[in-house]
Nanobody
């Protein structure tokens, strides 16, 4: 079992920055890819970014060039640095960790005001 706990969400003005963190516990050493998804009201959950244990990354088109995902394998933690935030980035952000299945965190709210 893997437990994921997100932190760092909040309210920020457009153009501002936030940094999300997600700490994994339990069988965290078995996690390969870790990532972030988001879900806005009335919309489907979408990929924001993911990173493999080796450091390979992939980003959703809407966040490329603005968001950066990073990972500390020693601490089983993944980070999402979000810059140049836009109101359309407002959503609940969920951390994920993949072993033989996908585990999800409880989510953290990010609200970007215009």
């Amino acid at each position: 079992q893997v437990r994921l706990v997100e932190s760092g969400g909040g309210l920020v003005q457009a153009g501002g920055s936030l940094r999300l963190s997600c700490a994994a516990s339990g069988s965290a050493a078995s996690i390969n890819a870790m990532g972030w998804h988001r879900q806005a009201p009335g919309k489907k959950r979408e990929l924001v970014a993911f990173i493999t244990r080796d450091g390979a990354t992939n980003y959703g088109d809407s966040v490329k060039g603005r968001f950066t995902i990073s990972r500390d394998n020693a601490k089983n933690t993944v980070f999402l640095q979000m810059n140049s935030l836009k109101p359309e980035d407002t959503a609940v952000y969920y951390c994920s960790g993949t072993t033989y299945r996908v585990y999800w965190g409880q989510g953290t709210q990010v609200t970007v005001s215009s």
